[in-house]
């Protein structure tokens, strides 16, 4: 080959010199351009819809709920489907506080980890969330839960139909549903099951309230899930025998609504074999009655009370909540 016809092709070979390498440069800059828009886009979607806090929501709900009926789901079903002992209710226990506490780091830099429509409901009350956030949070808090419910089915799968349930069908209310959703004993009147959701979810709220009081005794923020993690498994040692403790409409409702769909029927919303037919509305209505005196009662009671001087030099200081 010449020097002249050399120097050609190595000209030719140049980016701007061959149409192959033209087309190559072209068609990566339209599909750069394509993923921008589309990155764009989702990032609008993502903040119109408030977006980045539900989802944050969703993953915290999904955190607490997987985590602690995973805790029930071993208690119960390692009870006959296994030669071992896999627990008891202080196993439940710790396993919703530790998944509440996994939670609340999961999105308390976000939306403040309610992981639960009864606080949601407190939030907006108390004006430190505003109200158009309601019902996205609720979905996402709920759609979290149900998907939590839909790992626990797939994990234990094959254990859920290994338990002995002693004449009844494994997957009925008798037997298994309450892996998922509460029920009220078989000894509990319908007042003293509302009662029960009503005041647990009071305790709850009351200390929340006092765990993030910027004007009180305000725990460190790192510590924050830490203790709203205790203030659960406190409230499950105390208050978990008539019902389950479920104080949290989405972590009842959600795995309820999965358990009529896959399998245990609509018993789980009718059950005519429990002493309360009619109980699934409990664990929803309750909390975010119990949730709203709550927010009465501290605001009355604490936060109006504070001094003067304490609040202006929290303010000063920087103490402010964030909004949500």
């Known amino acids: 080959m010449s020097e002249e016809e050399r120097k050609g092709r190595l000209d030719f070979d140049q980016p701007g010199n061959n149409p192959q390498h033209g087309g190559i440069s072209n068609t ?11 990155q764009h886009l989702w990032i609008s979607l993502i903040r119109i819809i408030h977006g980045r806090e539900c989802l944050a929501e969703m993953f915290a709900t999904f955190m607490l709920v997987t985590v602690g009926n995973g805790a029930v ?62 019902i996205p949070y609720w979905v996402a808090q709920f759609i ?31 037997c298994t549903a309450g892996i998922f959703a509460s029920y009220p004993q078989p000894y509990l009147s319908l007042g003293t099951g509302f009662m029960d959701q009503f005041f647990g979810t009071f305790l709850l709220l009351l200390g929340i309230f006092g765990i993030t009081d910027t004007n009180n005794n305000e725990a460190k923020q790192g510590m924050k899930p830490v203790l709203v993690g205790l203030l659960i498994t ?47 509305w409990v664990p929803i209505i309750a909390p975010l009655v119990g949730a709203s005196v709550a927010t009465l009662v501290y605001w009355v009671f604490i936060e109006a009370l504070h001094p003067k001087s304490t609040t202006k030099k929290n303010e000063e200081e920087g103490y402010t909540p964030v909004p949500t």
């Open 28 to 38: 990566l800059n339209i599909a750069n351009r394509a993923f921008e828009f589309v």
């Open 234 to 280: 406190a409230i499950g040692l105390s208050f978990g025998l008539n019902c389950g403790y479920a104080i949290n409409p989405a972590r009842d409702f959600g795995p309820r609504f999965f358990t009529a769909i896959a399998g245990w029927g609509w018993d789980v919303f009718v059950c005519y074999e429990c002493h309360i037919k009619q109980w699934w």
């Open 73 to 134: 789901a071993q208690v119960i079903l390692g009870a006959t489907a296994s030669t071992f002992d896999f627990g008891s209710q202080l196993s439940i226990n710790l396993g919703y506080g530790l998944g509440g506490m996994i939670g609340a780091f999961i999105a308390g830099g976000v939306t403040g980890a309610h992981m639960n429509p009864a606080v949601t409901l407190a939030m907006a009350l108390r004006g430190k969330l505003n109200w158009l956030k309601v």
């Open 144 to 174: 979290g839960a149900f998907l939590s419910s839909v790992m626990i089915f797939g994990v234990y799968h094959d254990a859920l139909y290994a338990v002995n349930c002693h004449g009844s069908a494994q997957l009925s209310v008798n």
